[in-house]
C-alpha cells in the first residue's frame, strides 16, 4: 500500500464514494498503520475547515446594481384575452382556477410570543404573476423573506394536478412556521419531498404548523373547500420560536 | 430552489419578466458571490464578477438551455468571469508558489478568522482548476454530477481535481503551521 492509495481512499471516503471493498480496504489500513489513521485525521480536518469556512455577506447596492444594469430579452406584448381564453379551454385549468378565485395568500414570519410583527417593504413583495399558457409549471406568485439568520421561499404553482404550494427554508435555528389557510378556499391535501421535510408538519385547519432549522422544503397540494369564489384571503404565518429578530409579513396573491 | 419553480421562473425571463428575474437574483446572489470571493480573494472584484455574471446571464437567458439548471449557468459563467479577472490581474497578487517544504512549520494555536484567512491564502496558491473545484464543492454545495455540468468537465475529471486540490492544500496548510502532517 503506499501513501497514494491511502489519500485515494481518503478523498473518496471524504465524498461517500467508497464502495465496499474499498471501505474495507480502508479500514485495514487504519488498524494496521498508525500513519494512516493521522493521515485521516489531517483530511477529515482540512475537510471540515473548509466547511466552517464563513459566508461573506453581499456588498452593499450589489442588488441594486444588478437590478438596475441587467436587460432581459424584450417582452412579448400579451393581453388578458389571450392568455386567459385559452388557459380557459383546460378543464383543469378551470377548475383549478375555480379553486383559487381570489385566493390571497398571506405569508407572515414574526418571532414566538413576540407581538413585534414589522410589514416587509413593499419592495420585497414582488407581486403577483399571471399564469402563461404553454408551460407545464406556471408560477403564480412567488415571496421571497429574509433576516438575521433564515431565508425563506414561498412559492404558488400551477400545475396539470392543481394548485402547488413549495415552502423553503434555510435557517440556523429552529423554526416554526404556522401556514394559515383561513378564508381562503383551499386547504393541503398531501405533502411531498419528504426526503427533506420538516422535522414536524401537522395540520390541523385551518393551521398547518412546520418546524426545522437547516435546510428544508416541501411541497403541499391544494384542494378547493367549501366555495371557493366566496373566498378571499389565505394566510402563512412562519412563526420563529427561539430567535428575537423583527418580523416580516408578505403576501401570495392569485387573481383573475 | 426547486427545479420546477427554477425553470418557470427563466421562462418569465425569457418573457421579459424583470420581476421573475429579480426573484432568481434573490435566490442565487449570495452563492454567487461567496463562490467569486473564494475565486478570487478580493471582495470588490467578487462584486464586479457577479454583476458581470448576472447581467451576461440575463441578456442571454433567451439562449438558455432547459435541459441544464440554470444555478450550473450562472456558476459556469461566475467561473469562467472570476478566471478572466485574474488572467486581467496578469496573477501578479498570486502569491509565489513554493515547492512544498518538506520541513512544514510546527503546529501553531490559531483562531478561527486566522484559520479562515489561512485557508482563503491557500485557495489562492491553486491553480483555477483545482480552485474551482474546491469552491463549487465546499462553498456551493454541488456535487461531483453538478461541478461536471457547470466546468463541463467528466466527473471523473472532477474527482481527481478535488483529490489533487486536496493534496495540496493539505501541504500547504501544514507548511503554514495550520496544522501537522
Known amino acids: 500500500m503506499n501513501d497514494s492509495r491511502l489519500d485515494e481512499l481518503l478523498n473518496a471516503e471524504l465524498d461517500n464514494e467508497l464502495s465496499t471493498d474499498e471501505q474495507q480496504e480502508l479500514q485495514q489500513l487504519l488498524e494496521t498503520s498508525d500513519e494512516a489513521a493521522a493521515e485521516r485525521r489531517t483530511y477529515m480536518k482540512l475537510d471540515q475547515m473548509l466547511r466552517d469556512m464563513p459566508q461573506q455577506l453581499l456588498p452593499a447596492m450589489l442588488h441594486q446594481r444588478i437590478v438596475s444594469g441587467a436587460r432581459l430579452p424584450k417582452a412579448e406584448a400579451k393581453t388578458r384575452p389571450s392568455w386567459f381564453g385559452n388557459l380557459w379551454q383546460s378543464p383543469v385549468t378551470r377548475f383549478s382556477f375555480a379553486a383559487a378565485a381570489g385566493v390571497l395568500l398571506s405569508l407572515a414570519i414574526f418571532n414566538a410570543g413576540g407581538p413585534n410583527i414589522v410589514e416587509a417593504p413593499s419592495s420585497d413583495m414582488l407581486g403577483s404573476m399571471v399564469p402563461t399558457q404553454g408551460d407545464s409549471v406556471d408560477l403564480i406568485d412567488r415571496l421571497q423573506l429574509s433576516g438575521a439568520g433564515f431565508a425563506s421561499g414561498a412559492t404558488l404553482l400551477q400545475q396539470e394536478e392543481g394548485l402547488i404550494l413549495s415552502i423553503d427554508l434555510e435557517s440556523d435555528t429552529p423554526v416554526e412556521i404556522t401556514v394559515d389557510f383561513s378564508n381562503s378556499g383551499v386547504q393541503p391535501t398531501s405533502l411531498s419531498n419528504a426526503s427533506n421535510n420538516f422535522e414536524i408538519a401537522n395540520f390541523e385547519a385551518p393551521f398547518l404548523r412546520l418546524r426545522g432549522n437547516g435546510q428544508r422544503k416541501l411541497q403541499l397540494s391544494l384542494s378547493r373547500i367549501g366555495d371557493a369564489t366566496a373566498a378571499d384571503a389565505a394566510t402563512i404565518q412562519l412563526e420563529f420560536s427561539s430567535t428575537g429578530h423583527a418580523s416580516q409579513r408578505g403576501s401570495l396573491r392569485l387573481s383573475h | ?181
Open chain 2, 1 to 181: 430552489m426547486d427545479k420546477a419553480i427554477e425553470l418557470a421562473l427563466v421562462k418569465r425571463c425569457q418573457q421579459g419578466d424583470r420581476k421573475a428575474m429579480e426573484l432568481l437574483l434573490t435566490d442565487y446572489e449570495k452563492p454567487v458571490y461567496n463562490a467569486a470571493f473564494r475565486m478570487l480573494g478580493n471582495r470588490d472584484d467578487a462584486a464586479d464578477v457577479t454583476q458581470s455574471a448576472f447581467m451576461k446571464a440575463f441578456e442571454k437567458i433567451a439562449s438558455f438551455n432547459s435541459a441544464h439548471r440554470f444555478f450550473s449557468w450562472i456558476y459556469r459563467i461566475t467561473m469562467n468571469e472570476a478566471i478572466d479577472q485574474l488572467q486581467h490581474r496578469g496573477r501578479m497578487q498570486q502569491v509565489d508558489v513554493e515547492l512544498v517544504d518538506e520541513n512544514a512549520a510546527p503546529q501553531r494555536e490559531v483562531d478561527a478568522s486566522q484559520v479562515s484567512d489561512e485557508i482563503q491564502a491557500a485557495l489562492l496558491e491553486l491553480n483555477d482548476d483545482h480552485r474551482a473545484v474546491i469552491v463549487l464543492h465546499y462553498f456551493s454545495d454541488c456535487n461531483y454530477q453538478q461541478i461536471a455540468e457547470t466546468l463541463d468537465i467528466p466527473e471523473k475529471t472532477v474527482k481527481s481535481r478535488l483529490f489533487s486540490a486536496r493534496q495540496q492544500l493539505k501541504l500547504r496548510l501544514a507548511r503554514h503551521g495550520i496544522f501537522s502532517l
